[in-house]
């Protein structure tokens, strides 16, 4: 698929750089059916989802179990968002503007003057302060303290922020940031923290204060109603939300949504089968195989819109700051060389994926020749094997070699190919299963684990740093290490001012990851596919991220 990558080159963004009307409908999605004259305003979407979140707090919870059912309460993004049309490129979202100094590192952005809590208070540049300084800092209150988010790293080196006249906030950072605006637009930075209602409670102590427990009181499109736990889900439209579509109709078109909480595939397509739901579930494990697209092509024909977006990329992530046998290099080079990933697409995706570094393949940033890397060529298998088995054997570990797995429980499959894959090699990886509440506490905020199978994806190198950087930089980093290395790569991004520098950057980071020194091995990019009813209409799916587009301000029934 083609791409378009956003990047502020310094005499591009030296003065206003206003941007407005991204924010409007895009064609219906979908297959053709009968003729209408355009969306239609009212009824309630049936969407199944995986399971119920384990937290409403975005800043504790990057998954889709939550964005699913929390995009649209708290909507997508904060400042700006990635574009509902073109998800490479940057929209304005609670900020209508902003402007940037000619150093890169002033960003002043205009706040919108009709956004609404869904308690009818405005939203204030004050909220977005209370928010951003728990987000990036966490808070400390006596002896109880709240983490900072994983993600802090994405808003740079955030040094102050200024209320300023005009319904304005200044972002002052501590080096310039030519992608900034791209780093803070993930559709998964949900601004979940209400400073009228949480403020004087948190400061009074109660540091973890979550956002279910004022309501979920947000800023999106749909307000919160009722979660039922193992039952439903609901949401309702806000009759005051800001966003209008290109016909100046006030979004949502939805009178509301219901998601039922259905934890089987083969469930949520019989219900879907059988009419109660418009849609599926997204997420791991909930993507249709290909007998049952099949099957439901062959039954339904032109009522079914099967969906399809890439971009979820699965590695096998290592804690090299804990004792264990993945400290050894030696360990992790033969672990990389002997799993055999075309045959995990195989075994796991029924062959709906494809192999990948750590940017998607088809993007212009990785090596051009990885596919030729040992433990990525098909045509080497054999003799990265017999590399494989001398590493290990120079490594001393002889007989069977025990590293533990922590498994999220919703990735099991993953988890127990992998066990089986590396058994020839003298590897057992028992797993260390666990609930998501637990695998989140456990994975982000601890290092309390050996080895895990993760997810991410970004759409620009830049974004890699709060995933890869040492851990005492940023305690939600993905792969574990104290490495010097790694953070003087971003350092070089910060003043890099071309995508021909940034591109060499980043190979020289995806080299040194991945072949250098093995902190991460990637596995398969999955391409999921999700059933909707095909008069669900605006579901503006991206290429890729299951994540994008869940608002579901656009989306109509034509019915």
């Known amino acids: 698929m083609g791409r378009r990558f956003t990047f502020w080159h310094a005499a591009m963004v030296a003065g206003a750089l206003a941007m407005a009307g991204c924010q409007g409908a895009a064609a219906p999605a979908g297959p053709p059916s009968s003729p209408s004259a355009g969306p239609k305003f009212g009824g309630t979407a049936v969407f199944a989802n995986r399971e119920d979140p384990s937290t409403w707090d975005p800043q504790f919870s990057a998954g889709i179990t939550l964005t699913h059912v929390a995009a649209g309460v708290f909507g997508e993004g904060n ?16 900020a209508e503007s902003w402007e940037v100094s000619s150093d890169l590192t002033h960003w002043t952005f205009k706040l919108r003057d009709n956004v609404y809590w869904h308690d009818g208070t405005k939203f204030t540049p004050e909220d977005f302060e209370f928010w951003l300084k728990i987000h990036y800092n966490g808070l400390k209150v006596g002896d109880k303290t709240r983490p900072a988010a994983a993600t802090k790293a994405a808003w740079g080196d955030l040094k102050q922020i200024d209320l300023l006249d005009g319904n304005r906030v200044r972002l002052t950072l501590g080096a310039p940031q030519p992608v900034y605006l791209n780093q803070i637009s993930d559709p998964q930075f949900m601004v979940g923290l209400v400073r009228h209602l949480m403020k004087a409670r948190m400061e009074a102590g109660e540091v973890m204060l979550s956002p279910q427990d004022v309501g979920n009181v947000g800023l999106g499109p749909y307000k919160f109603v009722k979660h039922e736990k193992g039952s439903m889900i609901q949401v309702r439209r806000f009759e005051k939300y800001w966003e209008k579509d290109d016909k100046s109709q006030q979004l949502p078109y939805l009178d509301g949504i219901d998601f039922p909480i259905i934890t089987d595939l083969n469930t949520v397509v019989a219900a879907f089968r059988t009419g109660r739901l418009d849609g599926g579930a997204r997420g791991t494990g909930f993507s249709l195989l290909p007998q049952q697209i099949a099957a439901l092509e062959r039954d339904m024909g ?36 002997w799993i055999d990933k075309r045959a995990g697409n195989q075994a796991v995706m029924g062959g709906q994926g494809f192999l990948h570094t750590i940017m998607d393949p088809r993007s212009p940033w990785p090596n051009p020749d990885w596919e030729k890397w040992p433990g990525f060529a098909e045509s080497t298998r054999e003799a990265d094997r017999r590399e494989a088995k001398s590493l290990m054997a120079q490594a001393g570990m002889t007989g069977t070699v025990k590293v533990q797995n922590l498994c999220r429980r919703t990735w099991v499959t993953f988890c127990e190919w992998l066990n089986a894959d590396l058994a020839g090699l003298g590897v057992d990886m028992p797993l260390d299963l666990k609930d998501d509440a637990t695998w989140v506490q456990q994975s982000r905020a601890t290092t309390d684990w050996d080895t895990q199978i993760l997810r991410f994806d970004r759409l620009f190198p830049e974004a890699l740093e709060a995933q890869t950087t040492r851990a ?10 104290e490495d010097p290395k790694i953070p003087e790569f971003f350092r070089r991004f910060d003043v890099a001012r071309t995508t021909e520098q940034r591109q060499q950057i980043y190979r020289e980071l995806e080299r040194y990851i991945l072949v250098e020194q093995v902190y991460s091995i990637p596995l398969f990019d999955e391409v999921f596919a999700f059933p909707y009813r095909s008069y669900v209409k605006g579901l ?20």
């Open 540 to 559: 503006m799916n991206p290429p890729e991220d299951v994540n994008h587009n869940l608002d579901f301000a656009t989306v109509w029934l034509d019915k």
């Open 472 to 481: 005492s930089l940023n305690g939600g980093s993905r792969i574990k290490h």
């Open 79 to 94: 400042l700006v968002k990635e574009c509902r049309e073109d998800v490479y490129k940057v929209c304005p979202h609670l």
């Open 302 to 337: 032109d009522k079914l819109n099967i969906v399809k977006i890439a971009g979820q990329r699965w590695f096998l992530m290592f804690n090299v700051a804990r004792p264990g046998p993945q400290q050894d290099l030696r360990v992790r080079k033969a672990m990389a060389l």
